[in-house]
């Protein structure tokens, strides 16, 4: 079965300090990759997806990036952290079957506090 | 711009009865829809979904339906339970693998 792990489960970090997430997946192969955020009374905002090694999408323009360094890893970094990067931050994987979307599996999550 | 709206934050419910959740969308080449479910300081977990071929897809309590034409997604738990109580969020996905998230509505079930 397939698992998603993600690490740490809670970060408090000063602002303008480095940030590194890191989410790895089991199970499963050449899967889709998504960090999504989820700040204080907001929904989910997606931040990065990846459909392979190096590809990387952004979607909002922010100081922070994404990386896949292997199939089945991606990581979250910044390297100055803002009083606004605080909130939820979810790893998620997808994969394709049959040419047809597949469900989105979500990780435990990490709760970053930037004081 | 947000893509999906779930307009209702919060929704209140007796035990037993029916709990509504609703959500709008404006893309119309979305071609599927799902249903998250989560509690506080965890991931959400899928729920259940439906493809843009369909307008019903039913799993134990809970049913989706879509309105392609209004743009519109509903999810019906029945009968609800004081343990459904959490934020649900709607998420609706294109073949880019890209997925847009309303913003959540939260489901309190009164035993």
């Known amino acids: 079965s397939q698992t998603i792990h993600q690490w740490p489960a809670t970060l408090v970090q000063p602002v303008g300090s480095p940030l590194s997430l890191e989410c790895t997946v089991e199970g499963t192969s050449n899967p889709n990759l998504y960090w999504y955020r989820q700040a204080a009374g907001r929904g989910l905002q997606l931040l990065f997806y990846s459909v392979g090694i190096g590809q990387i999408s952004s979607e909002v323009p922010q100081n922070l990036s994404a990386s896949r360094p292997q199939d089945r890893q991606f990581i979250l970094s910044s390297k100055k952290l803002l009083l606004s990067d605080s909130g939820f931050y979810l790893c998620a994987w997808s994969s394709w079957r049959d040419g047809n979307t597949d469900t989105q599996y979500f990780g435990p999550g990490t709760r970053l506090t930037v004081l | 711009d947000q893509q999906v709206k779930q307009n209702s934050p919060s929704l209140s419910v007796q035990e037993g009865r029916i709990s509504i959740l609703n959500c709008d969308y404006t893309?119309?080449?979305?071609?599927?829809f799902l249903w998250y479910k989560k509690y506080p300081a965890e991931g959400p977990t899928f729920l259940i979904s439906i493809s843009s071929i369909k307008d019903k897809n039913e799993d134990g309590r809970f049913t989706v339906f879509l309105n392609k034409s209004a743009k519109h997604l509903s999810l019906h738990i029945v009968p609800s339970q004081p343990g459904d109580s959490a934020v649900y969020f709607c998420?609706?996905?294109?073949?880019?693998?890209?997925?847009?998230f309303g913003s959540g509505t939260k489901l309190n079930v009164k035993p």
């Open positions: 893309n119309s080449m979305f071609d599927y």
């Open positions: 998420a609706a996905s294109y073949n880019f693998n890209k997925f847009y």
